[in-house]
């Protein structure tokens, strides 16, 4: 089973998206905001982070910062999840390390197709062994 | 009432970004709760959510459709669209 990392601090946004994800089966592993996703990322290894952008103490790009500047984190794919529908906030999002990019409201069959894309590649190019198997 | 053809708003991004908020949870919930409707046979109950699900795709739309840059031009949102999972 595949873990996943939901850093989003909005209640119901966390809670609806963890049990569409849980319902497709993938674990999913909650932090409230930038610096407790940080800290949860070494410390579980999930085998994807999807990171809310607009985030309390840190927000989402100084925490995907910090994670691709650690050996450890680095290669954990990130996918940010925003409001903001600039093609500026995309490319933001991108430079500050995120592997992918989707915008709220989610659509849901959009972000699995991403996230299966990047655990195939996490897996494909990656230790599978390490990360577990791709649903 | 104007239609959205006739009338460009100017929604502020951050009140664009404020409004999208909440209606991740209305869709999220709605289509969530579509699923296990039927999974569990409750069938009468779903074309509620669905029109609940439609009515967020619809704000959604409107949104998308009369946001304007600080440019002008109008935001390239690459998801607007028709809704999907309702």
């Not at chain 1, 691709?68 to 999002?93: C, F, N, Q, Y």
């Not at chain 1, 069959?109 to 990656?126: F, H, M, P, V």
């Not at chain 2, 502020?12 to 999220?28: A, K, V």
């Not at chain 2, 739309?61 to 109008?74: A, I, K, V, W």
Request: charged letters at 30%; aromatic letters at 4%.
């Amino acid at each position: 089973m595949s873990r996943i990392l939901l850093v989003e601090d909005n209640e119901m946004n966390r809670d609806m998206l963890s049990r569409r994800l849980q319902r497709r089966g993938y674990e999913v592993l909650i932090a409230l905001d930038g610096e407790e996703g940080v800290k949860m990322a070494q410390a579980e290894a999930p085998d994807l982070i999807l990171m809310d952008m607009s985030l309390p103490v840190i927000d989402g790009w100084e925490a995907t910062r910090t994670l691709k500047a650690s050996a450890e984190t680095k290669g954990i794919p990130v996918i940010a999840l925003t409001a903001h529908a600039m093609s500026t906030d995309r490319d933001k999002a991108m430079e500050a390390g995120c592997d992918d990019y989707d915008t709220k409201p989610i659509e849901l069959a959009r972000l699995l197709g991403k996230i299966e894309a990047l655990l195939k590649t996490q897996n494909d190019g990656g230790t599978a062994g390490e990360h577990g198997v791709v649903q | 009432m104007a239609s959205t053809g006739d009338i460009q708003l100017r929604i502020p991004r951050q009140l664009l970004h404020d409004l999208r908020t909440p209606l991740s949870p209305i869709l999220g919930y709605s289509e969530l709760l579509i699923e296990q409707m039927r999974e569990k046979g409750y069938e009468e109950f779903i074309p509620f959510l669905e029109k609940i699900c439609a009515a967020g795709h619809q704000l959604n739309e409107l949104l998308t459709n009369n946001f304007e840059s600080e440019t002008g031009d109008p935001a390239q949102d690459e998801h607007s669209g028709p809704a999907t999972d309702c």
